[in-house]
């Protein structure tokens, strides 16, 4: 990966951020995501490149999709991509808090190549001993490890996680240990990288969430640290058989930033709506004002940068 990457790709969510804007805030998920997914695929394609889809929006959604194993670019580099072309197609729907458009790149099988799966996961910031949090633990005791490493009550920590009925256990026994519980509707790419940048208030994150926002998300960690730990979920023998398929033997296998991510990666995400992390699309007489996080691990350089665009 080299900096000529940086801007092409800050270009493309830039891009598919500014296509998504007719559609914030008009209730219809399926037309956000696939302008989103028709300007990511169109722009990716002038790109020279040799490029493949590894983790693209799959079945769960039935939506418009840039699939797993498409290929695209013009020839060149062999690269592996990992996409979000709108991440929270129901945000934008409801011009609710945090959608963004997300691409990470890097070198060829370099992402985990995984079906869309549910992964659990717990992600939380950089300079933390490595036994701080530990996925196969109770969340109290994940709690409470972070509670005592950085010298507070484990009331004083907050968890962010998504507000799901599958959650009810999980957020039950948080709040009987007494932390602060910020719930989300989507966005755990957000979420995490939230919890793993020292600018927010959120200390950790935990739950289940898509598998592909999984590895988006840590490598948006592997540019700027943090630790996430995920798990795959399968819910019936099909998906594990087809993960098998895919060269995953260990279905109880805990999942780390270098295991999502093997190499260096270029990360860039930009608003759709604002956000904990950037701001919305907005315009400004014939102008697009975006602002997008633009990250990469060979030089562990995390930039916010805004754009005007016509
Ligand atoms: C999360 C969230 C996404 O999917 O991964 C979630 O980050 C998981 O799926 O924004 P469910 O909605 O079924 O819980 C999204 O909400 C949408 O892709």
Same mark, same amino acid.
């Given at each position: 990966m080299d900096n000529k990457w940086l801007y092409l790709i800050q270009n493309i969510t830039e891009n598919t951020a500014i296509a998504c804007y007719e559609w914030i805030g008009k209730g219809d998920n399926i037309a956000a995501d696939r302008a989103a997914v028709n300007i990511m695929r169109k722009e990716l394609n002038k790109l020279p490149m040799n490029a493949r889809i590894a983790i693209g929006e799959g079945e769960? *959604? &039935? +939506?418009p999709m840039l699939y797993i194993g498409e290929k695209l670019g013009k020839g060149g580099e062999d690269i592996d991509i990992a996409v *979000? #072309? =709108?991440?929270g197609t129901t945000i934008c729907a409801k011009a609710g808090f945090g959608s963004m458009a997300v691409i990470a790149i890097s070198s &060829? *099988?370099?992402? =985990?190549? +995984? #079906?869309d799966l549910y992964m659990e996961k717990i992600a939380i910031g950089k300079n933390f001993p490595n036994d701080i949090i530990d996925i196969n633990k109770s969340i109290r005791k994940n709690i409470s490890n972070l509670a005592e490493y950085k010298n507070c009550d484990a009331k004083d920590i907050v968890v962010m996680m998504l507000e799901r009925d599958r959650h009810q256990i999980l957020l039950d026994e948080i709040r009987s240990i007494g932390a602060k519980v910020r719930l989300i509707a989507d966005g755990d790419i957000s979420a995490v990288i939230a919890a793993a940048s020292s600018d927010s208030d959120v200390d950790i994150y935990v739950g289940s969430g898509g598998a592909p926002e999984g590895v988006l998300a840590a490598s948006a960690l592997k540019c700027i640290g943090g630790k996430i730990q995920g798990k795959l979920v399968f819910k019936s023998k099909e998906q594990i058989s087809r993960a098998n398929k895919m060269g995953i033997k260990d279905m109880e296998k805990v999942y780390e930033v270098d295991d999502l991510v093997k190499n260096d990666v270029i990360f860039s995400a930009t608003g759709v709506t604002d956000g904990y992390l950037v701001k919305g699309v907005y315009k400004s007489k014939d102008k697009f004002i975006t602002e997008t996080l633009l990250f990469n691990s060979y030089q562990k350089k995390s930039h916010k940068v805004i754009t005007k665009k016509y």
């Open positions: 769960r *959604d &039935k +939506a *979000d #072309p =709108l991440e &060829k *099988d370099s992402f =985990l190549y +995984a #079906p």
